[in-house]
């Protein structure tokens, strides 16, 4: 008969319940006990490590970013300053320049070329000052960014790079930064 030929997964006796969607019960059962015990060991032994790894990376790349937020701020506050100097360099040039013209009479020539001289000096040494102290600024902060970026790049990719793609990968991310 055609009956025959059809493959039993319930038992055919019952027709309601759990043997109306052919389903066998012994094995439904095996594989929910088997379902249970393997997600058991992932919440066990799998899940507490990886979450404890994607916790370092995200306080690890906070701190970067915070490391990285102080250096700019720090930045910020040495062009600040800079402009500061800059502006009281150009002050003492115009009060050069109103003693000059104060003088008056027939030294008025002279006053004005010695004031624009000492003006000019007092600009030269102030810029002077000004580009040393923003290439010192810029050469701590380029080597506290090496030593970051280095830091955070074996932290994160949990190996130590050659020298060369050391610097290689540090000068990039330097150059990503100021440029």
Known sequence: MVLSSIPQFADSSSSSGIGAFNINLKSFIFQLVTFVIVLWVFKRWILPPILRTLDERRKTLEDSLTNAKQTEEALARAEAKAEEILGRAREQADEALAEAKKAGGGVVADAETAAAQRAGVIIKEAEARLNEERDKLRQELRAEMAGLVADATEKIIH?????????????????GITG
């Not at 790079?161 to 330097?174: G, H, M, N, Q, V």
């Open 159 to 175: 190996e130590k790079l050659d020298p060369k793609k050391d610097i290689s990968l540090i000068e990039r991310a330097i150059r």
